[in-house]
């Protein structure tokens, strides 16, 4: 381990079944008046507006409501937020859902109160806040992006075709996060699994950098090696709660600054999904899926011993016998073999992209250097079009 660093995380986290219960309690920590944030309505139709609706008014709080935040939140709705946010001088914004919602309820904290213009100051020239942050908790319904205890926020312009995501310093973390693996339970399996890819490929983006010996990397590899034993049985029953609270943890550590120590990280799949995501609107994990396996054989040659150990520790492969190619290029088959079994999308077509699109893809693309091979704007196109 041959990094410097810092490790904080001030998220509280309260996990499992009755996790909801502790609600009341960190409300106390907070003024009257709390904004509410969700999403298209499933939490109404589930039940658990109901819940967090009553724990609110038994409380004693003033409740503003800021619903219909979208997959994706856009620029608009992110000022619509501040707005409401800031006509109320709210005290906390409670996020109720996935990691839309939770991004949103971040980018208005810091936003609700900006001088400056949020998305010029933040996304693109990511200066920090320097005005009040409203302080913000959450409630998961939706797993996957690890938004419940980190610092990212992601934010859809669709004027500039741009999705940028900004990852602000601790204080904006979430203050507390419910995760009650329960509510999951009705999410679309279509969501369930894009959140799980999600999940796996934010480990990947960690794993993938570097040559030394890291704790960081052994780390990964378990978190890994449970997304795949619980994601199987999850496919096959969404109601299995060992499995569900699992794959919800998992995908907490996944992305809380934990596995990212020491280590440069790469983070161009998320570059590339982000690109896309800008362009088609589609789900963030089938981005991600869409374009992993031909990103992945690109830059596989560059930092092949990696992938012999990512075959070896995660995937079982006995590669004694293997040349090191051979060896890699077995674990990214049996990757390949388990997204098609839990069933992401592995082609851009089915996301709604087209070939002319490439080129704005290509050119919104950031190029990162922190993996085993920093992409040009040409391997990008290549990449786009393998994943076609
Ligand atoms: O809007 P509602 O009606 O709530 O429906 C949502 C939405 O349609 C539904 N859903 C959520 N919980 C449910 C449920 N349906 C039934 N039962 C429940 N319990 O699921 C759909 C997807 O929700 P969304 O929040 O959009 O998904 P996700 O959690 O994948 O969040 C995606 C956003 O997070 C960003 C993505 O780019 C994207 O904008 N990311 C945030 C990151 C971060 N903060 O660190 C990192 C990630 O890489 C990612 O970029
Ligand atoms: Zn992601």
Request: include cysteine; glycine fraction near 8%.
């Given at each position: 381990?041959?990094?410097?660093?810092?490790?904080?995380?001030?998220?509280?986290v309260?996990?499992?079944?009755?996790?909801?219960?502790?609600?009341?309690?960190?409300?106390?920590?907070?003024?009257?008046?709390?904004?509410?944030?969700y999403?298209?309505?499933?939490?109404?139709?589930?039940?658990?507006?109901?819940?967090?609706?009553?724990?609110?008014?038994?409380?004693?709080?003033?409740?503003?409501?800021?619903?219909?935040?979208?997959?994706?939140?856009?620029?608009?709705?992110?000022?619509?937020?501040?707005?409401?946010?800031?006509?109320?001088?709210?005290?906390?914004?409670?996020?109720?859902?996935?990691?839309?919602?939770?991004?949103?309820?971040?980018g208005?904290?810091?936003?609700?109160?900006?001088?400056?213009?949020?998305?010029?100051k933040y996304?693109?020239?990511?200066?920090?806040?320097?005005?009040?942050?409203?302080?913000?908790?959450?409630?998961?319904?939706?797993?996957?992006?690890g938004?419940e205890?980190?610092?990212?926020?992601?934010?859809?312009?669709?004027?500039?075709?741009?999705?940028?995501?900004?990852?602000?310093?601790?204080?904006?973390?979430?203050?507390?996060?419910?995760?009650?693996?329960?509510?999951?339970?009705?999410?679309?399996?279509?969501?369930?699994?894009?959140?799980?890819?999600?999940?796996?490929?934010?480990?990947?983006?960690?794993?993938?950098?570097?040559?030394?010996?890291?704790?960081?990397?052994?780390?990964?590899?378990?978190?890994?090696?449970s997304?795949?034993?619980?994601?199987?049985?999850?496919?096959?029953?969404?109601?299995?709660?060992?499995?569900?609270?699992?794959?919800?943890?998992?995908?907490?550590?996944?992305?809380?600054?934990?596995?990212?120590?020491?280590?440069?990280?790469?983070?161009?799949?998320?570059?590339?999904?982000?690109?896309?995501?800008?362009?088609?609107?589609?789900?963030h994990?089938?981005?991600?899926?869409?374009?992993?396996?031909?990103?992945?054989?690109?830059?596989?040659?560059?930092?092949?011993?990696?992938?012999?150990?990512?075959?070896?520790?995660?995937?079982?492969?006995?590669?004694?016998?293997?040349?090191?190619?051979?060896?890699?290029?077995?674990?990214?088959?049996?990757?390949?073999?388990?997204?098609?079994?839990?069933?992401?999308?592995?082609?851009?077509?089915?996301?709604?992209?087209?070939?002319?699109?490439?080129?704005?893809?290509?050119?919104?693309?950031?190029?990162?250097?922190?993996?085993y091979?920093?992409?040009?704007?040409?391997?990008?196109?290549?990449?786009?079009?393998?994943?076609?």
């Open positions: 381990m041959l990094g410097t660093f810092k490790y904080a995380n001030p998220t509280r309260f996990f499992g079944e009755k996790s909801l219960s502790y609600l009341a309690k960190e409300l106390k920590n907070y003024g009257n008046k709390v904004m509410l944030c999403g298209g309505g499933s939490i109404k139709k589930n039940g658990i507006y109901d819940d967090v609706i009553k724990i609110l008014k038994d409380s004693g709080k003033t409740v503003f409501e800021d619903p219909g935040v979208m997959s994706n939140p856009t620029l608009e709705k992110l000022y619509e937020g501040c707005k409401i946010a800031k006509d109320n001088d709210v005290d906390l914004i409670l996020a109720v859902g996935g990691g839309s919602t939770i991004d949103y309820a971040k208005v904290s810091v936003s609700a109160w900006c001088k400056d213009e949020p998305w010029e996304y693109l020239q990511n200066q920090k806040p320097d005005n009040k942050i409203i302080p913000v908790g959450c409630v998961l319904t939706m797993v996957g992006t938004s205890m980190n610092a990212g926020s992601v934010i859809t312009n669709h004027k500039e075709n741009l999705k940028i995501g900004r990852v602000f310093d601790d204080n904006v973390m979430p203050k507390f996060a419910i995760l009650n693996p329960k509510y999951t339970f009705t999410v679309p399996k279509y969501q369930m699994v894009a959140g799980i890819y999600d999940a796996f490929n934010h480990i990947c983006e960690q794993y993938f950098s570097d040559t030394d010996d890291n704790t960081s990397d052994y780390i990964s590899e378990a978190l890994m090696k997304l795949i034993v619980s994601s199987r049985i999850a496919v096959k029953n969404p109601q299995d709660y060992e499995a569900r609270s699992n794959i919800m943890w998992a995908a907490t550590w996944a992305l809380n600054t934990l596995i990212s120590r020491g280590k440069t990280t790469d983070w161009e799949v998320h570059m590339l999904g982000q690109a896309i995501g800008a362009y088609t609107d589609a789900t994990g089938m981005t991600l899926s869409a374009v992993s396996l031909p990103y992945y054989r690109h830059i596989m040659p560059y930092g092949i011993e990696k992938f012999k150990r990512f075959a070896k520790n995660v995937w079982d492969v006995d590669v004694t016998k293997m040349s090191d190619k051979e060896a890699a290029e077995e674990g990214l088959k049996k990757l390949e073999a388990w997204m098609k079994e839990i069933g992401v999308v592995l082609s851009l077509k089915e996301l709604g992209a087209k070939e002319e699109m490439f080129e704005g893809i290509a050119s919104a693309t950031f190029l990162l250097k922190g993996g091979k920093a992409l040009t704007h040409d391997d990008v196109i290549k990449i786009l079009k393998e994943s076609f």
